[in-house]
């Protein structure tokens, strides 16, 4: 971001509340009221630590690997994967908060299709409003199935192109 554009912002965001402190824009957060976006970008967060955090339980000591690991999880690609795979366990209100999130207008990143940037969307927006709403069980219990479908998804990945190069071996010495 340009010097001139974080300056704006901040000067925007921050102003002097006449006490010494910074005067806040609102009284709290009407979940209700939050656009698809504010919530996926707070589910975002949400995810991101989540997988970190559960990370710790395979590795603790090389943390780029964490790092790196923990980056792919939270893909957009494997977002889209994990919501597909935990759909049919979620509410229908859940379901409604996910394609809200999925409906929202925003720009698909390079790596990802607009289906998946999309489904990711949606998935965020749901632990968002759960995060907001202070609904730690349920959050907690989706953000781990989607964990583990992620994890099922990639074992699987890595076992299918394991097989591909055996047989490629196997078809070259015939």
Known sequence: MRFDRFRAIVGSMFTPDGEGGIAEHYDGLDVRLAGPLVLAYIGDAYFHLFVRTRLLSFEQSQVHVLSDFAAQIVSA??????????EDRLTERERAIFRRGRNAKSHA??????????????????????????????????????????????????AGKRERRQRGRRQEKL
């Open 77 to 86: 690609v494997w977002q889209a994967k994990a919501y597909h795979a935990i």
């Open 109 to 158: 990143p390079r790596r990802a299709s607009v289906a998946e940037y999309h489904a990711s969307t949606g998935f965020e927006a749901l632990l968002g409003t759960l995060f907001l709403e202070k609904d730690m069980e349920r959050l907690d219990e989706i953000a781990e199935w989607a964990f583990q479908a992620i994890a099922h998804g990639m074992m699987q990945e890595i």
